[in-house]
């Protein structure tokens, strides 16, 4: 169902997308370097990182997308990260991105309430307001990144700030964050999002483009095998 739905139904549109054109607007998505530096400083200061997927294909492709990732990492790096499924804790029934399932992650991790650790979804959380909030307030010093593919609903997208990244095709900036925020994020009130008006990608494509290039960037990171595994991502 999730193929056809996202490849066969879609056929006549993807045989018209322009790949290079593709390639160039995935490192347009608002807060591209952003993300890409907050992941590499965290890596590199050997702080928490907690990655939340979402469970269904995309969300298993995601997960397939990190773990290769986490192989190009040197062992020292790699055991700071953990890969993790969202899940329903303590009747919390929201999908994805919850404040139950970090307290979670965070008791059987033995992390503190005030460590500095970063949670990055993918393929969840654009529409998790109400947990997001509740997270950046319980832990203070801690980081949220946001990627994912879904479309910003009303009253539930995320609010970005000084805790907060979002990562997302279908989130533009521009019409969400304030003036001095988005002079900030080097972000142009007046940007065009047509492409992506259009067009979308998967989640663990989303994921992808910003690992992809963190490992292109890094001469310290020796790249292995997801450059195979992000070309195979529809």
């Known amino acids: 169902n999730y193929a056809k739905r996202v490849i066969l139904d879609n056929q006549d549109k993807i045989n018209l997308i322009d790949y290079l054109s593709l390639d160039r607007e995935k490192h347009n998505i608002d807060n591209f370097e952003l993300t890409k530096n907050t992941i590499m400083e965290y890596i590199n200061e050997n702080k928490k990182i907690v990655f939340i997927t979402d469970y269904d294909n995309d969300g298993s492709l995601s997960q397939t997308v990190i773990n290769q990732f986490l192989k190009t990492l040197p062992e020292d790096k790699r055991k700071n990260v953990l890969v993790e499924y969202a899940r329903e804790v303590n009747g919390n029934k929201s999908r994805g991105l919850t404040v139950d399932l970090v307290d979670d992650i965070q008791r059987l991790n033995s992390m503190n309430q005030d460590d500095d650790f970063?949670?990055?979804?993918?393929?969840?959380g654009i529409n998790s307001r109400e947990d997001q909030l509740?997270?950046?307030?319980?832990?203070?010093?801690?980081?949220?990144?946001i990627?994912?593919?879904?479309?910003?609903?009303?009253?539930?997208?995320?609010l970005e700030n000084k805790q907060t990244i979002v990562f997302n095709p279908k989130y533009h900036a521009a019409?969400?964050?304030?003036?001095?925020?988005?002079?900030?994020?080097?972000?142009?009130?007046?940007?065009?999002?047509?492409?992506?008006?259009?067009?979308?990608?998967?989640?663990?494509?989303?994921?992808?483009v910003v690992l992809k290039k963190i490992i292109e960037e890094n001469n310290n990171i020796e790249e292995m095998s997801l450059e195979e595994q992000v070309e195979k991502i529809p």
Not at 147 to 158: C, N, R, S, V, W
């Open 134 to 145: 509740k997270i950046n307030e319980k832990y203070k010093n801690s980081k949220l990144i």
């Open 175 to 208: 019409y969400f964050l304030s003036d001095e925020m988005l002079k900030e994020r080097k972000i142009k009130k007046n940007k065009d999002y047509s492409f992506w008006k259009e067009y979308n990608i998967s989640g663990a494509n989303t994921i992808a």
């Open 147 to 158: 990627t994912d593919h879904h479309d910003p609903e009303e009253g539930m997208y995320i």
């Open 118 to 124: 970063l949670v990055i979804t993918t393929d969840n």
